[in-house]
């Protein structure tokens, strides 16, 4: 608060719950500085479109008897909507597999090996969650058709072990969900781990691939974007990110909030940060459609609900420094 203008204070103080819901779709009052009216403008212009496309919805995929188990609400309709989005992709460019960067228990791979017919390699950190993603994978292939075939026009390849194969044809060869145990976080390590995977990938004729990503948090977002870049072989980015208030900032190594280098070049001086994590998470988590609907009740309980929060991943990260 103390970072608002003076001369905006008693303003936004004297809104009630309607008119500050309405602020960040550009409504202003003629009572207010220009320079208040002018923020406000600028940011309503600068908001993205989020109205989803046609295209995206009419892709969305229905999940079967061996993709529907252990999903909310919520991940269900994450999953069938990214999935007819990655489909569609691997479609228009032609792509022999696919790579779940962040890939937890398998669900987003699961499905578009069951549903879809693209064969899937997840990377994920946890090894206890590739080792459970694996066990419902090969439940989920119990439940589903006998006879899955990759769906038209994708050249899939079959997913053993710990890597990518040519396209095989017969009984018991359709598209595969595998997981590997890997930390993407930008280290020479893990680089060269993920380089590794992607040579013998081409080595055995897998040379078109796809990569998706659904909540990379924090770093692993631009982590997954520099993979897209480095790699010729990936021919499309599938991304979802999440938890940017958990993106170094500049002052740390190898910083990566923001990602604009011209925002960057505005920050200031090295050692500070330009907003607080707590501020972050809110523009991370909040879209205004969804402030928009807000109530008085609804902001008060929010706000208890992040301070609290706040509190707990403080001290909870305070206790693991202690322990270590």
């Avoid at 309709?77 to 228009?92: I, S």
Wanted: net charge positive; proline share 5%; charged share 20%.
């Amino acid at each position: 608060w103390e970072k608002i203008p003076d001369e905006w204070r008693d303003h936004l103080l004297q809104l009630n719950y309607e008119e500050m819901n309405a602020t960040p779709f550009g409504r202003t009052k003629d009572t207010w500085p220009s320079s208040l009216n002018e923020f406000v403008t600028t940011s309503d212009k600068l908001c993205l479109d989020r109205t989803v496309p046609e295209w995206v919805k009419e892709a969305e995929v229905k999940l079967g008897l061996g993709t529907r188990g252990g999903l909310s609400p919520k991940k269900v309709h994450e999953v069938c909507r990214l999935a007819g989005v990655v489909k569609c992709m691997c479609l228009k460019t032609s792509c022999q597999a696919v790579i779940d960067i962040g890939s937890g228990l398998g669900y987003l791979g699961r499905c578009l090996a069951l549903e879809c017919g693209v064969s899937v390699m997840g990377v994920e950190a946890k090894q206890e969650l590739t080792e459970s993603a694996q066990r419902m994978m090969e439940d989920g292939r119990r439940k589903a058709p006998s006879n899955l075939e990759p769906c038209s026009g994708i050249a899939t390849s079959c997913c053993h072990g710990d890597r990518l194969h040519p396209p095989k044809h017969g009984p018991g060869n359709g598209p595969s969900n595998v997981s590997v145990s890997l930390c993407l976080d930008g280290t020479a390590q893990s680089c060269e781990q993920m380089k590794e995977l992607l040579q013998q990938s081409e080595s055995v004729g897998v040379v078109r691939l796809g990569v998706v990503g659904l909540h990379c948090c924090g770093d692993l977002t631009p982590y997954t974007q520099k993979l897209f870049l480095s790699h010729p072989s990936i021919r499309h980015l599938v991304l979802v990110g999440c938890c940017y208030h958990k993106m170094r900032q500049p002052h740390a190594c190898g910083g990566h909030f923001p990602l604009s280098a011209l925002v960057k070049g505005l920050m200031p001086a090295q050692g500070q940060r330009i907003v607080s994590t707590l501020a972050l998470r809110l523009a991370a988590q909040e879209t205004r459609e969804r402030w928009r609907k807000q109530s008085n009740g609804n902001h008060s309980n929010h706000e208890k609900q992040m301070a609290f929060r706040a509190i707990a991943e403080a001290v909870l990260s305070a206790q693991t420094r202690a322990l270590h």
